[in-house]
């Protein structure tokens, strides 16, 4: 059975700080590993990652995948308060993603 | 392009009544998904369809039925509603690299 476990649950940091965002998976026929930043609404997508090794960056967010131990953390740095949101990681497996509760990001000013 | 468009955004039904859930992608997506999400909880998926004519279960079918007659179209059917239904429904079409989510329907029964 396809799992994906994310961690931490949630996480209160100030402005300023840099965050690390966790996600190990086990998924049968593994494609790829995508990670969505979710606000009130429909989530929005960040990266998506195919090989291990791999750092993806877009301004102050920043991913790894590690293909051999299954698992990617997201890296969040100079944090904003509109930061705050659910990151969910979801790993493709041969036609659909399998999605993790996500991490909860609370930035307070 | 609208991207991906559902309808209606909110919706309250009784007990047993049934609806459809409207959900249509103009990026000639093959792949199209519905999810639930339950308060602090991830994304359930219902259905997914790899093209017009195919569709497939996911992790929470049971209560659902789908259809896809058209590439665009994949409207998602409540047959017998039940207060376990209620969630927030989001349907999704994808390239291989990206999905996209529509913005969602807030159905509640009661």
């Known amino acids: 059975e396809d799992k994906v476990v994310q961690s931490p649950l949630s996480l209160v940091v100030h402005e300023g700080d840099t965050v690390t965002l966790n996600c190990s998976y086990e998924v049968t026929n593994f494609r790829s590993l995508l990670w969505y930043k979710q606000e009130k609404k429909a989530p929005t997508f960040l990266f998506m990652l195919?090989?291990?090794?791999i750092e993806k960056k877009s301004g102050r967010l920043s991913s790894i995948l590690d293909k051999k131990e299954l698992f990617s953390i997201l890296n969040i740095t100079a944090t904003q308060t509109g930061d705050s949101a659910v990151y969910l990681c979801?790993?493709?497996?041969?036609?659909?993603?399998?999605f993790g509760k996500g991490t909860k990001l609370t930035v307070n000013p | 392009n609208a991207g991906v468009t559902q309808t209606p955004k909110f919706r309250i039904l009784k007990i047993g009544q049934s609806m459809t859930l409207q959900c249509a992608q103009d990026?000639?997506?093959?792949?199209m998904y519905w999810y639930r999400q339950d308060p602090g909880m991830g994304l359930k998926l219902i259905y997914y369809s790899v093209g017009a004519g195919i569709t497939d279960k996911g992790e929470v079918p049971n209560g659902y039925n789908v259809s896809r007659s058209t590439t665009e179209d994949f409207p998602l059917r409540l047959e017998l509603a039940a207060p376990s239904q209620t969630s927030v429904y989001f349907c999704?079409?994808?390239?291989?690299?990206?999905?996209?989510f529509g913005p969602g329907t807030r159905l509640t029964v009661l």
């Open positions: 195919t090989s291990s090794g």
């Open positions: 979801a790993p493709r497996g041969s036609e659909k993603l399998v």
């Open positions: 990026m000639n997506h093959n792949y």
């Open positions: 999704a079409s994808s390239t291989y690299n990206e999905q996209f």
